[in-house]
């Protein structure tokens, strides 16, 4: 099958078919533009010499009707008007007098109040007056207009013509261009099947012309080398491939386990931090207190500092394991020493623990008390001491300096809820939905840094839940705090001992 059929059985947007359209569209466009334009200025010309025709006889009948008018000849004005349509071809004539009533109308004017269509007419207007020695007398109009449909059949007539002219120029020249084009550009056209070819993985595809000495041998003697290089640079190809896969494997690999190896450190460390600063804060605090020389304490405060440092020096050992138990509490398997607790016990020894860090930011912890001396409760020590000093560092630290901490103890619907209530501005609505996650922090909205991992409140959900307990958080106004201040209140559910 030849280039010629295929080109119409199966277009192709090949350089060959946009040359051949452009220059036909290019051609034919220009023929009708040229066309139109003459045509336009023959109509343009006829209408004008019609607008001149239709006020020169409006001014030759302009006296002649006055007169009339003036003299009362009323009856030959209508044979006078006749006359004129008939030699000039008028479509109407009329004379309307002053009151607005037409005295004559010949021909087929339209109603009275309706504007002729001056797409459609030629009109022209001329006032009818007969000059007095005293005045200007005004006697009527005369209105005269000419059908303008021979114009308009003219100018259709030649459009069609042209139309007709352009589509035999177009069809002639189309294929003058096309065999033309197609001869020129045949060598092109070999050469784009032998390329497509190449590109769909056929190197034994022959390449034409390579003994030709202008442009296009050139061209078909760099496509030959290509497809004899073209082997080569696929099999080189495939290899590299091959490694780029194996190393990329292997990089990935690499990465996951630095990634899990820096996630894992990163967590450890976190909770490293956060979990030994408050019992360390105590220690530091009841330390200094005892190697301060200038100040004589009693030996019953000396013995209470050193066994508020012995106690904290055994709560490090104690969250050491808990940094150890981390794992374990991701995999669910934590174990807990659950033994009869007493919540006033509980709250009163962890606001000792907390005396050191109080000092650090002038602040002091008040005990609230509404259920009485019977506060039982079953429950590892350990983890809840751990709870309540975590909720208290963070009041603490979220307050402003000289402010007064609520921890208290009440029962409601059946269980005890421990409430920890600061003086901090609130914690914002869009923080919310993250504050029990891991890592998550938030701003305290004071000059202070808060320091933290993000941890401590992800471990306290973890633990509380593991006593069959829940833990809620709200933000106090004003009114709804003991010290008339803003807040935000923490309550852990607890169930009682049985």
């Known amino acids: 099958m030849t280039s010629l059929a295929r080109s119409f059985i199966k277009p192709r947007k090949t350089l060959t078919t946009k040359i051949y359209l452009a220059v036909v569209l290019v051609v034919a466009l220009l023929f009708l533009c040229l066309e139109f334009y003459r045509l336009s200025e023959d109509v343009r010309r006829m209408h004008a010499t019609l607008e001149d025709k239709v006020q020169l006889m409006a001014d030759n009948y302009t006296t002649t009707l006055s007169s009339m008018l003036w003299t009362l000849n009323h009856d030959l004005m209508e044979p006078a008007l006749s006359g004129l349509i008939l030699i000039s071809g008028l479509e109407y004539a009329t004379v309307t007098v002053p009151e607005g009533a037409r005295l004559v109308s010949i021909g087929s004017p339209p109603p009275d109040g309706v504007a002729p269509d001056r797409e459609k007419y030629v009109c022209a207007t001329r006032e009818l007056n007969w000059e007095t020695t005293r005045e200007l007398v ?81 061209l078909a003697r760099a496509l030959d080398v290509f497809r004899h290089n073209d082997a080569e640079l696929q099999t080189l190809r495939d290899s590299l491939q091959e490694q780029v896969k194996i190393q990329t494997a292997e990089l990935v690999s690499a990465r996951d386990a630095a990634e899990a190896g820096n996630v894992a450190k990163s967590r450890f460390l976190s909770t490293m931090s956060h979990e030994l600063r408050t019992p360390l804060t105590s220690m530091s605090g009841a330390l200094k207190m005892l190697l301060q020389e200038t100040v004589a304490l009693p030996e019953e405060k000396r013995r209470e500092l050193m066994v508020l440092a012995d106690r904290n020096a055994e709560r490090l050992l104690a969250l050491v394991n808990d940094v150890l138990d981390l794992q374990k509490i991701e995999a669910g398997k934590m174990s807990y020493e659950m033994v009869e607790l007493d919540l006033l016990e509980l709250l009163k020894s962890t606001r000792d623990a907390m005396l ?143």
């Not at 035999?168 to 060598?187: C, E, K, Q, Y």
């Open 138 to 218: 005004h006697l009527g109009l005369l209105d005269i207009c000419m059908n303008l449909d021979e114009l308009e059949r003219y100018r259709e007539e030649h459009l069609r013509d042209a139309a007709v002219m352009a589509a035999m120029i177009a069809l002639g020249l189309g294929a003058f261009l096309f065999m033309l084009i197609r001869r020129i550009a045949a060598p092109l056209v070999s050469i784009t099947d032998a390329v497509e070819e190449l590109s769909q993985g056929r190197r034994t595809a022959q390449i034409p012309y390579l003994n030709r000495e202008d442009e296009v041998g050139t």
């Open 356 to 498: 050191g860090f109080l000092d650090k930011f002038q602040s002091r912890i008040g005990i609230d008390n509404s259920v009485g001396k019977s506060c039982l409760i079953l429950g590892d020590l350990q983890r809840l001491t751990q709870v309540l000093l975590n909720l208290l560092s963070n009041a603490i630290k979220f307050s402003p300096e000289r402010s007064v901490i609520h921890l208290g103890v009440s029962r409601v619907a059946g269980e005890f809820k421990i409430s920890v209530l600061d003086q901090e501005p609130g914690i914002p609505d869009s923080f919310r939905p993250q504050l029990f996650q891991r890592f998550s922090q938030r701003s305290d909205g004071d000059r202070r840094q808060t320091g933290g991992t993000g941890l401590g409140l992800a471990i306290v959900k973890e633990i509380v839940a593991a006593h069959g307990g829940r833990i809620d958080v709200g933000n106090l106004e004003p009114s709804e705090h003991p010290e008339g201040t803003t807040g935000t209140r923490f309550d852990v559910f607890l169930k009682p001992f049985q």
